[in-house]
T-cell receptor, first 111, second 116 residues
Framework: SQQGEEDPQALSIQEGENATMNCSYK?????LQWYRQNSGRGLVHLIL?????REKHSGRLRVTLDTSKKSSSLLITASRAADTASYFC???????????FGAGTILRVKS | DTEVTQTPKHLVMGMTNKKSLKCEQH?????MYWYKQKAKKPPELMFV???????INESVPSRFSPECPNSSLLNLHLHALQPEDSALYLC???????????????FGDGTRLSIL
């Protein structure tokens, strides 16, 4: 079952612009992860933020986590055509190996 | 190139066939996963193996039968599938996840399965 929702469902921007995707979840978590999936490929891990962290950076990626609102956002700065993909958030709880994915955002970056 | 290898990349089978999907990793990970992904949907967890033992079965129909012969290999045996089982089947692996120390999963590129 899906943990929560992501918005927007689809996002189309010009190369060089920033892209922001949001994720909401329903239960308490140990961490929240973001994955990218290119068409016809598997998922690639982008960044992990733990429940006691509020913000994390990795290259052009910035992730925030608000556990009081059960929400997270992923910001991609200075987007490139190669960033065109589906982006999923996924939550992990304290015990067990289970990851639960959000519905995903389809990002299209036009060159 | 991904570190998790899945074969075959594509599979077409009839509803009465028996086939198997294979997944292999050499990263020393002791947790391995099968996911099912329909078009434009997120992956849905099917099974989790931890130290070669089945630890999670997400109420998957018995026509899907997982097997973990050793710490590097994961199989998914298919029998008498239905057209609605057509999907992308993804394998993933991770280090074993002690409480409070969750780590990312590494995914293969999947097997695209079509049931005729």
């Amino acid at each position: 079952s899906q943990q929560g929702e992501e918005d927007p469902q689809a996002l189309s921007i010009q190369e060089g612009e920033n892209a922001t995707m949001n994720c909401s979840y329903k239960t308490s978590i140990n961490n929240l992860q973001w994955y990218r999936q290119n068409s016809g490929r598997g998922l690639v891990h982008l960044i992990l933020i733990r429940s006691n962290e509020r913000e994390k950076h990795s290259g052009r990626l910035r992730v925030t986590l608000d556990t009081s609102k059960k929400s997270s956002s992923l910001l991609i700065t200075a987007s490139r055509a190669a960033d065109t993909a589906s982006y999923f958030c996924a939550t992990s709880r304290e015990y067990g190996n289970k990851l639960v994915f959000g519905a995903g955002t389809i990002l299209r970056v036009k060159s | 190139d991904t570190e998790v290898t899945q074969t075959p990349k594509h599979l077409v089978m009839g509803m009465t066939n028996k086939k198997s999907l294979k997944c292999e990793q050499h990263m020393g990970h002791r947790a391995m996963y099968w996911y099912k992904q329909k078009a434009k949907k997120p992956p849905e967890l099917m099974f989790v193996y931890s130290y070669e033992k089945l630890s999670i079965n997400e109420s998957v129909p018995s026509r899907f039968s997982p097997e973990c012969p050793n710490s590097s290999l994961l199989n998914l045996h298919l029998h008498a599938l239905q057209p609605e089982d057509s999907a992308l089947y993804l394998c993933a692996s991770s280090p074993q996840q002690p409480p409070g120390f969750r780590q990312p999963q590494h995914f293969g590129d999947g097997t695209r399965l079509s049931i005729l």
